[in-house]
């Protein structure tokens, strides 16, 4: 295997904010992080990617920034970090950093300066845009937070854009200023021997300057999957908002930054109408990202069909493009939940997902938790801290049920704070913490370190071709290929017994992953949430 250690890697994340807290305020930090690497190392993953973590006044927990070259004080400091990356490197993970380019919080230095006039230094550094005659915004653009995507500021008389929170202003990319800034503070974190960046919404840093309506989405056509369905932000068509074509050259820029510091990676989060292109277009050749994943796998749609088809089209559709698969991250309902409705064995069922997650063809993020089986944790409405949440409650919840506290030990803290956790931890999360399951060698921890650890030394997994099987009934069912190696996939993520001819001749079954699939006569026979893997 002569790829480079992202292409086909692991990417264990952290939300630095629920991992571990060593100082007893609630709030977990850097040097929990830290202390709890081994534990990431040993599940035999490459990379960690860290949430934000720089300083910011939290109003959506980090992703609103105030310093891009500053520690928040709750998570420690700059000191912090370089222990943590000697510390990661020293075990073998590489480092991914979260970078929130498109927007500042409102507290940033630069906005509290462009808001002052209209002809001051940073005038032109934000999105400003006069009103309508009558007052109202300048269009119909709209926040995915609610409401409209425009504030009034009475200093400058105009509107400012915000893609989220009125408090989370987005910077103008069409000036190069703009541009050239970011860019240095990316070449900050580089510097401090930082391995990569997770881009957040990587295809919402231009907006198109003529600021037209957006469209509505045909009543009878699919909606977009950036946000809940409840969400009036999935009612248009956002042709002018974001994924401008003039990104693509923000982001040639960015890459040859990267290529200035080998073995360094890119990769993008994408939410857009047509996400599947928009991958595409953004890991095209080795001048943009190294990789990019979008939400299909990360919203509610789920099963056999919905899977077998969101694979068919990254197939066909995505060309030379690298994609990042993820079932489970900070911003969705935890996968075992989202797709679990029914489920009588949740523990085999977070076991099959792993499976499913590590044969596809690509990179993987694995979220904190999900080696665990970890559900949605229950977090009441006057515990909610999520401001996306609060808006949208009650038919969606918000984004805290999936960012509980991690849960390493039985105990009423869980062995991640001595103080009042900032979030309520679930007793089911508890009941499924790391020292519990570490003692089981059949646990949900030990199988999915097991299917990790295993997964890493096969060629065809890691970096082989994919080519999806038809008519193979309700298993997924794909063949992995290298030069050097060929490997059957089969999943069943139902919960009935899948029995179907097989597709095609096969030799062993490989026992080591530890899952029930099995070869009877002619058919390839999968119990309830199993899989198997074949040796070709």
Not at 167 to 185: C, G, K
Request: with cysteine; charged share 25%; proline share 8%.
């Amino acid at each position: 295997m002569t790829q480079p250690w992202w292409k086909g890697g692991i990417i264990y994340q952290i939300y630095p904010r629920s991992f571990l807290d060593t100082n007893g305020d609630g709030i977990g930090d850097l040097r929990g992080v830290t202390e709890k690497l081994p534990y990431v190392a040993s599940l035999g993953v490459d990379a960690i990617w860290l949430s934000p973590f720089f300083t910011s006044p939290m109003k959506d927990f980090g992703y609103d920034v105030s310093d891009y070259r500053g520690v928040d004080p709750m998570f420690g400091d700059m000191a912090d970090y370089q222990t943590l990356v000697r510390e990661a490197h020293r075990l073998g993970l590489k480092v991914i950093v979260d970078q929130v380019l498109s927007h500042t919080s409102d507290v940033h230095p630069w906005f509290e300066e462009s808001r002052q006039s209209r002809d001051n230094p940073k005038a032109d550094w934000f999105v400003w845009a006069d009103p309508k005659p009558d007052g109202t915004p300048p269009n119909n653009w709209l926040s995915i937070f609610g409401g409209s995507a425009w504030t009034w500021d009475s200093r400058r008389a105009q509107y400012y854009l915000h893609n989220f929170l009125a408090s989370q202003p987005d910077l103008n990319f069409h000036n190069p200023e703009v541009r050239r800034a970011q860019l240095d503070n990316m070449r900050f974190w580089l510097d401090m021997g930082t391995d990569g960046f997770r881009l957040d919404t990587v295809n919402f840093y231009y907006h198109s300057q003529g600021l037209e309506d957006n469209p509505p989405v045909p009543a009878d056509q699919p909606r977009t999957f950036v946000a809940s369905g409840v969400n009036p932000y999935t009612y248009q068509r956002h042709v002018y908002d974001l994924s401008q074509p003039e990104n693509l050259d923000f982001l040639a820029d960015l890459r040859r930054l990267m290529d200035h510091y080998p073995d360094t990676t890119l990769v993008g989060e994408i939410g857009d109408d047509k996400p599947l292109e928009r991958m595409a277009e953004y890991t095209r050749g080795n001048g943009r990202l190294h990789m990019a994943y979008s939400f299909d796998l990360l919203s509610d749609r789920h099963g056999p069909d919905w899977v077998g088809d969101v694979v068919r089209r990254f197939q066909h559709g995505l060309g030379e493009g690298w994609p990042c698969w993820a079932l489970s991250n900070h911003d969705v309902a935890r996968v075992v939940t989202r797709w679990g409705e029914g489920v009588d064995d949740p523990a085999a069922y977070a076991r099959v997902l792993m499976a499913l997650l590590l044969s596809l063809r690509g990179s993987v993020s694995m979220y904190q938790g999900e080696e665990l089986g970890l559900p949605e944790a229950r977090v009441p409405f006057e515990a909610l801290q999520d401001p996306y949440g609060i808006e949208f409650w009650p038919e969606f919840k918000g984004r805290d049920g999936c960012r509980t506290p991690m849960p390493w030990t039985p105990e009423p803290g869980a062995g991640f704070t001595t103080g009042d956790p900032w979030l309520p931890i679930d007793p089911a999360h508890r009941e499924l913490s790391v020292q519990g399951q570490e003692q089981d060698p059949d646990s949900t921890l030990n199988r999915v370190r097991k299917l990790i650890q295993w997964r890493q030394q096969q060629p065809a997994l890691v970096e082989g071709d994919l080519e999806l099987l038809e008519d193979t009934g309700d298993a997924l069912c794909w063949i992995r290929r290298t030069d050097e190696q060929r490997l059957l996939v089969a999943v069943n993520l139902t919960g009935s017994e899948i029995r179907t001819p097989l597709p095609l001749a096969v030799g062993r079954v490989v026992s080591d992953p530890g899952f029930e699939g099995r070869i009877e006569g002619g058919d390839l026979v999968l119990p309830p949430y199993q899989a198997l893997f074949a040796e070709l």
